[in-house]
């Protein structure tokens, strides 16, 4: 089936500092990526759709030039999350879809754990 | 109000029960109504997805919507420990193509 891979699964840096998570699909080509944030007893909240080879698109309230999303091939897909701080802490999951824009194909990696101190 | 309700429980009940998780929605233009689980710290397993009004059986799992009342569930016959999760409802609209969570309902099944 359908394989979806993130790294690191855990990660905890310093305030200020730039952390990057990865994002693969492993065994199908991804046409879009998406990004996901997650806060404890919360849903799953949507920050970004990525195309390959085009400009990601932000939802309202996602500061572009705070995460960072590169879409440069077809497996893979990476946030960058810039200037962490302490509220940037959360559970980052992102998606793949084999198709453009369709959310309802889209398969889910295990997550990367962000702790800014 | 938020677009999908979903009580957060969690839900305790004995192996072998039948479990009920339910969703209610606000937006009549969610077309497409998913069922996902998540074990712990780990993404979320699409377990369900469904079209259209009325229910649609796969082994344990029986998803049910009714777009009259703008409610979807999910039942679990025969419950095992091993359907210990968070499920979550997802909901998707047509004219934004943007899939909605809930929040998940915590399902603890105990032995």
């Known amino acids: 089936g359908a394989v979806v891979s993130q790294h690191p699964s855990r990660v905890i840096c310093k305030s200020g500092t730039s952390v990057k998570i990865e994002c693969r699909s492993l065994?199908?080509?991804?046409?879009?990526m998406f990004w996901y944030r997650q806060f404890p007893k919360q849903s799953l909240m949507l920050m970004a759709t990525s195309n390959e080879g085009s400009k990601a698109t932000y939802e309202q309230g996602v500061e572009k030039d705070k995460f960072l999303i590169n879409h440069a091939s077809l497996t893979l897909s990476t946030l960058t999350v810039t200037s962490a701080h302490p509220e940037d802490s959360s559970f980052y999951i992102c998606?793949?879809?084999?198709?453009?824009?369709?959310?309802?194909?889209?398969?889910f990696g295990p997550g990367t754990r962000l702790l800014v101190l | 109000q938020k677009e999908v309700e979903q009580d957060p429980g969690p839900l305790s009940v004995p192996e072998g029960a039948i479990v009920s998780l339910n969703c209610t929605y606000s937006?009549?233009?969610?077309?497409?109504f998913m069922w996902y689980r998540q074990y712990s710290r780990k993404g979320p397993e699409l377990l369900m997805y469904?079209?259209?009004?009325g229910n649609k059986e796969d082994g344990r799992f029986t998803a049910q919507v009714d777009k009259s009342s703008k409610y979807i569930s999910l039942f679990i016959r025969d419950s095992q420990p091993s359907d210990s999760a968070t499920y979550l409802c997802a909901m998707l609209q047509s004219n934004t193509d943007k899939l909605i969570f809930g929040t998940g309902t915590r399902l603890q099944v105990f032995p």
């Open positions: 937006n009549s233009a969610f077309q497409y």
């Open positions: 065994d199908f080509q991804a046409t879009t």
């Open positions: 469904t079209y259209s009004s």
């Open positions: 998606s793949a879809s084999p198709l453009a824009g369709v959310q309802e194909t889209q398969y």
